[in-house]
T-cell receptor, first 116, second 115 residues
Framework: AQKITQTQPGMFVQEKEAVTLDCTYDTSDQSYGLFWYKQPSSGEMIFLIY??????QNATEGRYSLNFQKARKSANLVISASQLGDSAMYFCAMSSPTSGTYKYIFGTGTRLKVLA | AAGVIQSPRHLIKEKRETATLKCYPI?????VYWYQQGPGQDPQFLIS???????DKGSIPDRFSAQQFSDYHSELNMSSLELGDSALYFC??????????????FGPGTRLTVL
C-alpha cells in the first residue's frame, strides 16, 4: 500500500536557521513523484518543490531543497535561513501510477513555528 | 500568473441542505482534482476529471457528485449535508494528470460549515 509518513507533528526553529522536515514514503512503483506543500493559517495550499523518482539531483527552489534518499525512501524538505513567514503546516505528498490518475496521497503534516 | 479559482470561499449550510462548489482551473489545465480536508487532518482525495471525463474516484460519499464542463470548470455537488461534511474543500488542477511529474496547483479552498 502506498503511504506517506511525517513523524514530526510540530517543530520550532530560530529565525535565520535551517530546518529539516522529515518525510518517508512507501510505494512499490518505480516511477513516482514527491511534492511538498505549505499551508499557512489562511488555509491555501502552496506548492514548494517537486522531486521525481528518476531525478538524480536533489531538487532546489530558492531557500527550499529536497534531500532525496531513494534507498531509504525519504524525501526531507530543508528550509534554509528560516523566516517568520515560514511558520505554517507543511505537507509531503506522493503521486504514482498505482494511485491511478496520479492523485496525491498526503502525509499528516508538520507544523513549523519560526521563533524571532 | 493565473491561479485556480474556487467559489464560494466560505459557505454555511444547515443539515440536510445542498451545496454546490465551483472550481475554475488554470488556463490550459485539463485535469481537475477535488480534495476534502477535515479540521486538523491532511487532504483526502475525492474525485478527479481529465478532459471532462471522470478519471478516478476516492472516498466520496454517494451524496456527492461532480462533473467537469466543456470549459473545464468543475462543480462538486453535495446533498443531504451532514455535520461531518464540514471541511475545507480544495480543487487542484494540472496540465494532464497523466504523469507523476504533473504538479497540482491548488485553489484557495471553500470552507464549508454545516450547522
Amino acid at each position: 500500500a502506498q503511504k506517506i509518513t511525517q513523524t514530526q507533528p510540530g517543530m520550532f526553529v530560530q529565525e535565520k536557521e535551517a530546518v529539516t522536515l522529515d518525510c518517508t514514503y512507501d510505494t512499490s512503483d518505480q516511477s513516482y513523484g514527491l511534492f511538498w506543500y505549505k499551508q499557512p493559517s489562511s488555509g491555501e495550499m502552496i506548492f514548494l518543490i517537486y522531486q521525481g523518482s528518476y531525478d538524480e539531483q536533489n531538487a532546489t527552489e530558492g531557500r527550499y531543497s529536497l534531500n532525496f534518499q531513494k534507498a531509504r525512501k525519504s524525501a526531507n524538505l530543508v528550509i534554509s535561513a528560516s523566516q517568520l513567514g515560514d511558520s505554517a503546516m507543511y505537507f509531503c505528498a506522493m503521486s504514482s501510477p498505482t494511485s491511478g490518475t496520479y492523485k496525491y496521497i498526503f502525509g499528516t503534516g508538520t507544523r513549523l513555528k519560526v521563533l524571532a | 500568473a493565473a491561479g485556480v479559482i474556487q467559489s464560494p470561499r466560505h459557505l454555511i449550510k444547515e443539515k440536510r441542505e445542498t451545496a454546490t462548489l465551483k472550481c475554475y482551473p488554470i488556463p490550459r489545465h485539463d485535469t481537475v482534482y477535488w480534495y476534502q480536508q477535515g479540521p486538523g487532518q491532511d487532504p483526502q482525495f475525492l474525485i478527479s476529471f481529465y478532459e471532462k471525463m471522470q478519471s478516478d474516484k476516492g472516498s466520496i460519499p454517494d451524496r456527492f457528485s461532480a462533473q467537469q464542463f466543456s470549459d473545464y470548470h468543475s462543480e462538486l455537488n453535495m446533498s443531504s449535508l451532514e455535520l461531518g461534511d464540514s471541511a475545507l474543500y480544495f480543487c487542484a488542477s494540472s496540465t494532464s494528470g497523466l504523469a507523476v511529474t504533473d504538479t497540482q496547483y491548488f485553489g484557495p479552498g471553500t470552507r464549508l460549515t454545516v450547522l
